[in-house]
């Protein structure tokens, strides 16, 4: 009489599943992106499919895991700041002629060096979200490495993590989105229809 034999548990499958619950996004350096980037990534995305969670790899290095059927993230007030302060840097940076992907994804940043803070408008943008210092950017950037986006040294400088991209591409969308628009108010011409599809991280 044969047996079948089960495969062997998934690695780290208990402290990945946690992560995935608080939100956590894993790229190289992480002991969970080397396990889920591998030949397995495929049997955690089977697993938790079952789950009703949705594995996703992104080319530009890092993990992560959505609910599908679950809004409870979208538009609450944590990602909203973060998607504000994200707009608010990629807005400044345009401003001054930077190049916003290497600006943003520099290595071993000061919170005091950063742009946000220059303009009125994008202070009265910061202040609606709760981040009216630089005391308050420093901290909300704190609580974006217990997510993964945002690593931080024992100096007190910060480097964004590959996964910064997912609020990064909302910005970018939407920036994109009014440019166009004020581009065909000025011109007068025709308006397109369009189905542009953002999704929040």
Known sequence: MS????????PLLSTIFRGIKAGRHWCFGDPEYAELNGELFEAYRTFFAQLDLTLHRDPRGFVYAIDEDSDAEKGTERITKYVVLTAVWVDALADQGRDIGTAIFAQRQRVEDLPHFTTEAHR????QVGIGSIDDLQNTLKTLERYGFVNW?????????????????????AKAATDDDQHQT????PSVATATEQNQP
């Open 124 to 127: 009265r943008l910061l202040n």
């Open 186 to 189: 000025e011109s007068s011409r």
């Open 153 to 173: 040294t024992i100096d007190g400088r910060f480097s964004p993590q590959p996964a910064f991209h997912r609020f990064l591409d909302v910005c970018l969308a």
């Open 3 to 10: 047996h079948t034999v089960a495969p062997p548990p998934l």
